[in-house]
């Protein structure tokens, strides 16, 4: 089954996969006017129909759309049991496969012969935006089924949904869920692919996810800016009033955050979990940053501080500014006003609209030397603590594994966020989790020159294949 999925990647993926990174299907939030542009319509035709065309019994594809909203795949495939057993395997309920198809900016900095939208293949490499983040999932889920099927071995009915909005926090999946709701059923597996890997030698899952808070906060002083020699030492600088509040929410000197309502304890079992990730991974759990030659990372060097400070605690980001001009091209003026873009990763069992009302009240509260502020909430997104893995799971996902990679699974943490992970762990409170992906070390998913390793997607592949095997035959 191995070497099927194997060839079926080279031969039947890998080209309809380099097409879709060619088309620049940016996330709603980075292209408001996606639906006149067609981008995103373009990628759903190209998935759809490499999706209908594959030799799956039973197979059924749609799209799904509702006005106002980026529309989703959906693709039905009705439970197999295996030929000649009566079918006496259980494939009397639902898998659910998810994976998404928009896209993050271009970003700058891609090196020489690599582009966005250019899919370009260097050895085990296939380098482009999307790829890995999260083109392929479609792509591997269909060949999972395929596989099993090509081989007489069992899966339930499964049901795949890939959306259009995940890099804007998902925003329209919810309501596409509603009204799919009837179809999709009451699955006791979900299977999603649009996550992470420590290493690209076994499957790794992911257990938890941080939350996601969005703030944008704006200091003005004057109503145009004015000469720097007339007005400075007079008018309070707008970017000094915004370092006094940004004070009030973290420690400049740490990086550590002052809002109570940001923090959460760990629970004992993913403490536990992260100690034996940590101890395996060693040096490597800082990750591949391209951190400047002598940099001190902020937890230190302990293996268990820098995984519990990238999955686990709260964290703050600057990720853009307004009021500020190039330097190229800066006059000697005092500014009206100045504005950041604050990220702040919430723990996984941390309430985002609790943190982002402590936030806000934290920042507008007794404005510095009368300044008008202005903080507005962009976005919240609730992180997830995966439920504990059945018996029959943990055993799937180790065997699965050893056959896939020649290694067994390993759980870890991750610091992003997957919005949709908690909405579906609130409708589907029975089911069982497994949220894996190719994203691995280097890979640099949002970044420029993000790439798929091709091998450890042929392996995901496979594993997901064995999973779905086993969970027809899960006790009863």
Known sequence: MLDHVAAAWERDILPPLSEYIGIPALSPMFEPAWADLGHIDDAVEHIR????????A??????????????????????????GTGGTERTDDTVLLYGHLDKQPPMEGWHEGLAPFAAVRRGDLLYGRGGADDGYAAFAALAAIEALQHHDLPHGRCVLVVEASEESGSPDLPAHVDALAERIGTPSLVICLDSGCA???????????????GISLRVRVLDEGV??????????????????????VEDAGTGALLVPDLHAPMPPDRTEELAATAAELGPAVAGSFPVVDGLALQPGDDPVAILRART????????????????????????????VKLS????????????????????????????EVIVEVDDTGSGWNAPAFAPWLREALDAGSKAAFGQPARTIGEGGS??????????????????????GPHSNAHGPNEFLHIPCAVAVTGT???????????PR
């Open 49 to 56: 129909s490499w999706c209908a065309a594959r030799p799956i």
């Open 58 to 83: 039973g197979l059924e594809v749609s799209v799904h759309r509702l006005e106002g909203r980026t529309p989703v795949i959906v693709a039905e495939v009705p439970a197999r049991p295996r030929p």
């Open 464 to 474: 997901v294949a064995h999973i779905l095997a086993a969970h027809t035959e899960r």
């Open 312 to 339: 686990w605690e709260s964290s703050l980001a600057y990720v853009g500014a307004d009021g500020l001009p190039p330097m190229g091209i800066a006059g000697n003026v005092l500014r009206a006003s100045t504005a």
């Open 227 to 248: 000469h720097s020699g007339s007005a400075g030492g007079v008018v309070p600088s707008s970017f000094r009033l915004l370092r006094h509040l940004l004070d009030r």
């Open 418 to 439: 997957i919005p949709f992970m908690a909405m579906l762990g609130e409708r589907y409170p029975d089911a069982q989790f497994v949220v894996t992906g190719v994203l």
């Open 344 to 371: 702040f990763r919430l723990p996984p069992t941390v309430d985002p609209a609790v943190a982002a009302e402590a936030v806000r009240t934290t920042l507008a509260a007794d404005p510095p030397a009368g300044a």
């Open 199 to 213: 290493t690209y030698d076994r499957l790794w899952v992911t257990t938890t996810l941080r939350g996601l808070l």
